[in-house]
């Protein structure tokens, strides 16, 4: 084998070389490696299900939060749709209330109406008998004595009382 450049002693050297390098590298470097490359592996899948968990979490929350969403929304309408039928009632009240007031002041007005109608009525007549008299006092005061002045009146004042 020496001729083909094979030296045997060499070959030993370095199956010898090559074993205590395998053993120092395996017992210092191969096992701490190996160690870290577990705990990193280890690490990385706990990592993992945490992040599983909290996805799961995050899922239901949502879940939760529209469901919430949803719940206020019909409430949210529910409310609006009650305050909506309250002020309708809260307007059908107040025209009635409004109604009934002009009514109860168109009611009095004409009550006002009639009593100031009859009082004008009232002092017309009066005046228009006053004159009357007056007028009559003028003509029949030269023509008339007192006796008949006196007689006259008396007619006067009966025709006025049963009218």
């Given at each position: 084998m020496e001729q083909l450049g094979i030296?045997?002693?060499v070959i030993v050297f370095q199956l010898i070389n090559f074993g205590l390098l395998f053993i120092?590298?395996?017992?210092?470097?191969?096992?701490?490696?190996?160690?870290?490359?577990?705990?990193?592996i280890k690490t990385l899948k706990e990592n993992e299900d945490?992040?599983?968990?909290?996805e799961k979490n995050k899922q239901s929350m949502d879940e939760k939060l529209n469901s919430l969403n949803s719940s206020n929304k019909q409430k949210l309408n529910g409310l609006l749709?009650?305050?909506k039928l309250d002020i309708a009632k809260m307007k059908k009240n107040a025209?009635?209330?409004?109604?009934?007031?002009?009514?109860r002041?168109?009611?009095?007005?004409?009550a006002t109406s009639i009593v100031l109608k009859n009082r004008s009525s009232m002092d017309a007549k009066r005046e228009m008998e006053k004159v009357?008299?007056?007028t009559a006092e003028m003509m029949l005061g030269n023509l008339l004595t007192n006796k008949q002045k006196e007689e006259f009146t008396k007619a006067a004042i009966k025709r006025f009382l049963q009218s």
């Open positions: 030296d045997l002693k120092v590298l395996k017992k210092y470097l191969y096992k701490p490696v190996s160690n870290f490359l577990d705990q990193r945490l992040h599983r968990g909290l749709k009650d305050a025209e009635k209330e409004a109604k009934a007031e002009a009514d002041i168109l009611s009095k007005a004409q009357a008299l007056e």
